[in-house]
């Protein structure tokens, strides 16, 4: 059974970093699109993060380089980096595999974590 | 970016009655890839439906989607209490890929 399990989130002030971790069993994160979605409290979805197999990573604008996707492939393990965290990325953060029918187009998500919250708060 | 808006915000229906969720895109989504999610309370999104109008595996004939162009449905036939939730759709067609803000279904 595919599982995806996220640690790492936690309360955090204005400014400080947090690493997001994705641990992936019976689906290797290097074979697969890899993405970070994340839902404000009460509020929808929206994309942060993605990581193709083939190593490209792709950000939402709102990132402004201040977050890095990676993977490890020894630990099957997808990571999101986050720095100069605001109030505003308070969320609960999705890992997600991405899929998509033949091999054009973007992607939808067929298999999810159950969240990790980041609370950035002072 | 392609700007999905759902309808009705929340919807609320008695068990065995039929629901329809619209979402309908600021432009055409290409090749109708319009993907519809279910979301119950503290749990993350399932798929239900992918490329407009297939079912994701596990998912009951009970739902379904159609539509093409800027609008979409998705019916849920002979609704039952545990299909109260929030139901999303997505785009997939264009870069940003995006979400509707969500229907709310109230068994």
């Known amino acids: 059974e595919v599982q995806l399990v996220e640690s790492g989130g936690g309360l955090i002030q204005p400014g400080g970093s947090l690493r997001l971790s994705c641990a992936v069993s019976?689906?290797?994160?290097?074979?697969?699109n890899m993405w970070w979605l994340r839902q404000a409290p009460g509020k929808g979805l929206e994309w942060v993060s993605d990581i193709y197999s083939a190593g490209d990573a792709y950000y939402a604008d709102f990132v402004e380089g201040r977050f890095i996707i990676s993977r490890d492939n020894s630990q099957n393990t997808l990571y999101l980096q986050m720095n100069s965290l605001r109030v505003e990325d308070t969320a609960v953060y999705y890992c997600a595999r991405g899929t998509r029918t033949g091999h054009s187009g973007w992607f939808y998500f067929d298999y999810w974590g159950q969240g990790a919250l980041v609370t950035v708060s002072s | 970016e392609i700007v999905l808006t759902q309808s009705p915000g929340t919807l609320s229906l008695s068990p065995g009655e039929r629901a329809t969720l619209s979402c309908r895109a600021s432009?055409?989504?290409?090749?109708?890839?319009l993907a519809w999610y279910q979301q119950k309370p503290g749990q993350a999104p399932r798929l239900l439906i992918y490329?407009?109008?297939n079912r994701a595996s596990g998912i009951p004939d009970s739902f379904s989607g159609t539509g093409s162009g800027t609008d979409f449905t998705l019916i849920i036939g002979r609704l039952e209490p545990e299909d109260s939730a929030v139901y999303y759709c997505q785009q997939y067609g264009s870069s940003p890929i995006t979400f509707g803000q969500g229907t709310r279904l109230e068994i």
């Open positions: 432009q055409t989504v290409s090749s109708n890839r």
């Open positions: 490329d407009t109008s």
């Open positions: 019976e689906l290797s994160v290097s074979s697969n």
